[in-house]
């Protein structure tokens, strides 16, 4: 019996105390005082307390791995024997559950009506490698040449006439070419056909444009900023089409789709704008400055700020500790040497702005496993979001077809939230609660349809009051069991709670037993 096999510390029965709740709010709006009245008199209280440090393979949330096509053969590998001082081998998919595969428009589309991720054998590598390791992927398509090794958009688009330019010996086209933006859709389209599954792909970097793909330095075929709004317009309608269930983000920059990257510490006026404008439409956020003390300044932690649980910000560093960059002259002095300085650094300002995803770029995943591997640990049980309920109430013997009420708590224990109310998502998860028979199977599911995980924020516990009638169940024994659900599968289970394994039975944590007569 389920009540015997309850574990004293983690799923306990107990008498509603007065003090538990002062920081509750009910779901419809009514004071915490007021919840004691609205359970039923002899309803069961469900205590559950959380599990803080188990790897919760969650979309929007938790570590990404970066890759490129130019990874050496033994990626894998070295990712699966990762050293961590004090401790032995680790396998980092143990601790990141997407790889962001950051790579060319050439690479990907190295003819017309040819893709790399079918014909590329690096590229298949890696995907089928993240698969293997059940992890999730996310792309950024990058199309801008400078700064790289070889010409980055396809050779094809070029002969076909498109107008572009060249910088340092490369050539790089104009965003604002209309047969560049014909064969560009042709191609985001032939992605989204292949990665449109929210299953399988976390997110899409919408932008790809200027330097490095973040979207700043950009040029146009008019040698002036004309077409700056028109091209973002164009782009952002573009991937929001393409991928509707899939989460498109865009850099939050101060000179998005502008040419400049850098102004001492100046910033554009129209940038924020721009952005709004997007963010409207359906856009998510990141910014690939994290950490360094200037790039990443007051605009961008102010507009984090506004946007905290509107939409999820993704984080990537900006110092590469290795051989590139004298990251010991930012201004918060970190020293050389120490690339655990870098470290911290972006961790705080990951904290600062709630992010809800976090980096390990090639080249740097090393330093955070050798340097600062309490910190990855730390952002796994602290960081993006991390879902639990801590009080359930329900009934134990019904009558069928008789009217019950079920009064459920829940907190957020990430600084980041649960992004339901993204477009892509559209309130897609939901709390449910099932009924359950010995053998674990679930019999009926009831969808608490007023639950809104994103309003989830840490320190404000979210208070339901559920009534339901159970019509169509068959009089039995059962379990109540509770579970985040996904309403576009069949409320099947959408996303892992943060409770311990042992009350856990294929997503859904069984609660109390309970007699339908």
Same mark, same amino acid.
């Given at each position: 019996?389920?009540?015997?096999?309850?574990?004293? $510390? %983690?799923?306990?029965?107990?008498?509603?105390?007065? &003090?538990?709740?002062?920081?509750? +709010?009910?779901?419809?709006?009514?004071?915490?005082?007021?919840?004691?009245? +609205?359970?039923?008199?002899?309803?069961?209280?469900?205590?559950?307390?959380?599990?803080?440090?188990?790897?919760?393979?969650?979309?929007?949330? $938790?570590?990404?791995?970066?890759?490129?096509?130019?990874?050496?053969?033994?990626?894998? @590998?070295?990712?699966?024997?990762?050293?961590?001082?004090?401790?032995?081998?680790?396998?980092?998919?143990?601790?990141?559950?997407?790889?962001?595969?950051?790579?060319?428009?050439?690479?990907?589309? =190295?003819?017309?009506?040819?893709?790399?991720?079918?014909?590329?054998?690096?590229?298949?590598?890696?995907?089928?490698?993240?698969?293997?390791?059940? &992890?999730?992927?996310?792309?950024?398509?990058?199309?801008?040449?400078?700064?790289?090794?070889?010409?980055?958009?396809?050779?094809?688009?070029?002969?076909?006439?498109?107008?572009?330019?060249?910088?340092?010996?490369?050539?790089?086209?104009? =965003?604002?070419?209309?047969?560049?933006?014909?064969?560009?859709?042709?191609?985001?389209?032939?992605?989204?056909?292949?990665?449109? +599954?929210?299953?399988?792909?976390?997110?899409?970097?919408?932008?790809?444009?200027?330097?490095?793909?973040?979207?700043?330095?950009?040029?146009?075929?008019?040698?002036?900023?004309?077409?700056?709004?028109?091209?973002?317009?164009?782009?952002?309608?573009?991937?929001?089409?393409?991928?509707?269930? *899939?989460?498109?983000?865009?850099?939050?920059?101060? %000179?998005?789709?502008?040419?400049? !990257?850098?102004? !001492?510490?100046?910033?554009?006026?129209?940038?924020?704008?721009?952005?709004?404008?997007?963010?409207?439409?359906?856009?998510?956020?990141?910014?690939?400055?994290? $950490?360094?003390?200037?790039?990443?300044?007051?605009?961008?932690?102010?507009?984090?700020?506004?946007?905290?649980? *509107?939409?999820?910000?993704?984080?990537?560093?900006?110092?590469?500790?290795?051989?590139?960059?004298?990251?010991?002259?930012?201004?918060?002095?970190?020293?050389?040497?120490?690339?655990?300085?870098?470290?911290?650094?972006?961790?705080?300002?990951?904290?600062?702005?709630?992010?809800?995803?976090?980096? %390990?770029?090639?080249? @740097?995943?090393?330093? #955070?496993?050798?340097?600062?591997?309490?910190?990855?640990?730390?952002?796994?049980?602290?960081?993006?979001?991390?879902?639990?309920?801590?009080?359930?109430?329900?009934?134990?013997?019904?009558?069928?077809?008789?009217?019950?009420?079920?009064?459920?708590?829940?907190?957020?224990?990430?600084?980041?939230?649960? =992004?339901?109310?993204?477009?892509?998502?559209?309130?897609?998860?939901?709390?449910?609660?099932?009924?359950?028979?010995?053998? /674990?199977?679930?019999?009926?599911?009831?969808?608490?349809?007023?639950?809104?995980?994103?309003? #989830?924020?840490?320190?404000?516990?979210?208070?339901?009051?559920?009534?339901?009638?159970?019509? $169509?169940?068959? =009089?039995?024994?059962?379990?109540?069991? *509770?579970?985040?659900?996904?309403?576009?599968?069949? +409320?099947?289970?959408?996303?892992?709670?943060?409770?311990?394994? /042992?009350?856990?039975?294929?997503?859904?944590?069984?609660?109390?037993?309970?007699?339908?007569?």
């Amino acid at each position: 019996m389920m009540k015997g096999k309850m574990k004293v $510390g %983690f799923l306990v029965s107990i008498f509603l105390g007065s &003090m538990a709740l002062q920081a509750a +709010n009910l779901g419809d709006g009514k004071p915490a005082s007021a919840l004691k009245e +609205n359970l039923a008199r002899d309803n069961k209280i469900i205590r559950i307390e959380p599990d803080r440090q188990r790897l919760l393979r969650n979309p929007q949330t $938790g570590w990404v791995l970066y890759a490129t096509p130019g990874v050496k053969e033994d990626f894998w @590998e070295k990712c699966d024997h990762m050293q961590v001082p004090g401790v032995g081998t680790v396998k980092v998919s143990d601790y990141a559950h997407t790889l962001y595969i950051r790579t060319s428009w050439k690479k990907l589309n =190295p003819k017309e009506n040819v893709y790399g991720w079918n014909t590329d054998p690096m590229l298949k590598m890696l995907i089928e490698g993240a698969r293997a390791r059940n &992890m999730r992927l996310a792309f950024r398509v990058v199309v801008d040449s400078r700064d790289k090794g070889y010409d980055f958009t396809p050779d094809f688009v070029r002969k076909a006439g498109t107008k572009g330019f060249v910088w340092r010996g490369r050539w790089s086209t104009y =965003p604002d070419d209309p047969i560049f933006q014909k064969y560009y859709e042709k191609f985001v389209w032939a992605l989204a056909k292949d990665f449109g +599954n929210p299953e399988e792909v976390d997110f899409i970097d919408g932008t790809g444009l200027g330097k490095w793909g973040e979207y700043h330095t950009t040029l146009y075929s008019t040698g002036d900023e004309m077409p700056r709004k028109p091209v973002l317009d164009w782009l952002s309608d573009l991937y929001l089409k393409a991928f509707k269930n *899939v989460p498109v983000v865009i850099n939050y920059h101060r %000179f998005v789709g502008a040419g400049k !990257d850098w102004d !001492d510490n100046k910033y554009d006026l129209d940038s924020e704008f721009l952005l709004d404008d997007v963010v409207e439409k359906g856009y998510s956020l990141r910014h690939d400055a994290f $950490g360094m003390g200037l790039y990443y300044g007051e605009w961008e932690r102010d507009f984090a700020k506004k946007y905290f649980g *509107v939409r999820p910000i993704l984080m990537e560093g900006g110092w590469i500790t290795g051989k590139i960059h004298s990251f010991w002259v930012d201004p918060r002095n970190y020293r050389k040497g120490h690339p655990e300085d870098v470290r911290q650094g972006e961790f705080d300002d990951s904290k600062e702005a709630r992010v809800n995803m976090m980096d %390990f770029r090639v080249g @740097e995943t090393e330093s #955070w496993f050798h340097n600062t591997f309490p910190l990855v640990q730390q952002f796994i049980s602290e960081g993006g979001y991390r879902l639990y309920p801590d009080m359930i109430s329900v009934p134990t013997d019904v009558v069928k077809n008789q009217k019950l009420r079920i009064i459920h708590r829940w907190n957020n224990l990430g600084w980041g939230y649960c =992004p339901t109310n993204i477009p892509q998502w559209n309130q897609k998860y939901k709390v449910a609660f099932a009924l359950m028979d010995s053998q /674990n199977r679930v019999q009926k599911v009831f969808v608490d349809k007023q639950t809104d995980l994103s309003k #989830w924020m840490q320190g404000i516990p979210a208070v339901y009051t559920f009534d339901l009638c159970l019509k $169509g169940v068959v =009089p039995g024994n059962y379990y109540w069991a *509770v579970g985040l659900v996904d309403t576009t599968k069949d +409320n099947t289970i959408g996303l892992e709670m943060a409770v311990p394994e /042992n009350l856990l039975s294929a997503g859904w944590a069984k609660l109390q037993e309970v007699t339908v007569r």
